[in-house]
């Protein structure tokens, strides 16, 4: 058994597998995010993903269901991306492959000085 990677396109019978799943109606289905009506032969629709593959989601049926072009794209780029974006990030630091970028570094032979609120020369 194959499984498609994000760069596949998914085939054409899978696809209305898909929308036949959801289906409650004569060639109508609800869209997984906003909830109107898809219909299948009229609308612009895609498949998208429930949990984004690369935030761990499965490449299964049950991941997935059918979607508005329009509201997919607003999920992608509004939760998937930003989500998946922060994953990467985290995952760099956890493994030590990335420094983090906001850290101010202290001057060398510099203390800070509470009560003065700000750096001084270390005592001797």
């Known amino acids: 058994m ?23 109606g004569h060639n109508v289905a609800p869209c997984c995010l906003c909830g109107r009506p898809i219909h299948r ?9 429930k949990r984004a593959l690369a935030l761990l989601g499965k490449d ?25 974006r922060k994953a990467k990030r985290q995952q760099a630091m956890n493994e030590g492959t990335k420094e983090i970028s906001r850290r101010f570094a202290r001057p060398a032979g510099m203390v800070y000085d509470w009560q003065r609120r700000r750096y001084v020369q270390q005592p001797a």
Request: net charge positive; proline share 5%.
């Open 60 to 84: 299964v049926n049950t991941n997935c269901g059918p979607a508005h072009y329009n509201c997919a794209q607003v999920k992608t780029h509004t939760e998937d991306l930003p989500r998946i």
């Open 41 to 49: 032969h009229n609308d612009r629709w895609i498949v998208e993903h």
């Open 2 to 24: 194959t499984f498609n990677t994000p760069r596949q396109r998914m085939s054409d019978k899978r696809r209305q597998h898909i929308f036949s799943e959801n289906c409650t």
